[in-house]
């Protein structure tokens, strides 16, 4: 799943330029000849904001710190933790009722998607924290990450379990075994034909650092995060 401008007046430049222009003032009348200078300096202000703003390098905030790297194959990817949002897993009204228990004050936030929930809440010890103690019994909750270091980025949570593909002379009985090894097992098929499986982990933060101990094994294909993606509508 894959997800999500400033413009700027004419009559703004105009003003600018109307406020460069030669001024004639009565050599009596201080009060006069004071005021248009002012105003000068407000316009050219406003404008110096305008093209501030329309600079694409700094009008989208690089605001979040903690990133953390995973493979999608042989690559290697980057997502950025977000402040203060948690998304909510299958949201119901047991989770609500988690949530505003945890911060009476969490704003659940617009999103399209009715499979997960996003809040935004006070963490003072950050979202993965607060997804840590929030997720209980069949309630799952998730930090919120993002595709770049800035909040405004596209979105993602992680539900739980990686995607993982083992080699083909593997059969389940071998991948069963060499899974148990690492305090894990399968979920449930994802391309049977392939030996790809999604096996399980906590929700949030467990499911990269299970994909990454899975893969820098060296022994299986490939492997992971499973993702929920935030669907963009135009």
Excluded at 105 to 113: K, R
Excluded at 124 to 144: C, I, K, M, N, Y
């Amino acid at each position: 799943m894959k997800h999500f401008a400033f413009t700027f007046s004419l009559a703004l430049l105009a003003a600018c330029a109307a406020d460069d222009a030669p001024h004639t003032a009565p050599a009596n009348s201080q009060a006069t000849s004071s005021a248009p200078a002012t105003a000068g300096r407000t316009v050219q202000a406003q404008a110096q904001e305008a093209t501030t703003l329309g600079d694409k390098s700094r009008r989208v905030p690089d605001d979040l710190t903690r990133s953390f790297t995973y493979f999608d194959g042989e690559s290697e990817r980057t997502v950025w933790l977000s402040n203060e949002l948690v998304a909510e897993l299958a949201p119901s009204d047991e989770g609500r009722a988690r949530v505003l228990h945890f911060d009476g004050a969490a704003q659940a936030q617009p999103q399209q998607q009715t499979a997960v929930r996003l809040w935004r809440v006070r963490a003072q010890r950050g979202v993965d924290e607060a997804s840590r103690e929030l997720t209980r019994d069949a309630l799952r909750f998730s930090p919120v990450v993002h595709e770049s270091a800035s909040s405004t980025s596209p979105r993602g949570a992680l539900p739980g379990g990686a995607v993982a593909t083992f080699p083909a002379a593997w059969n389940r009985a071998r991948i069963d075994a060499w899974l148990a090894a690492y305090g894990t097992r399968v979920v449930e098929p994802v391309v049977a034909e392939a030996n790809m499986f999604l096996v399980a982990s906590a929700p949030g933060l467990a499911a990269i650092e299970l994909a990454n101990r899975l893969h820098t094994s060296g022994e299986i294909v490939a492997c992971t995060p499973n993702f929920w993606r935030e669907v963009a509508t135009r």
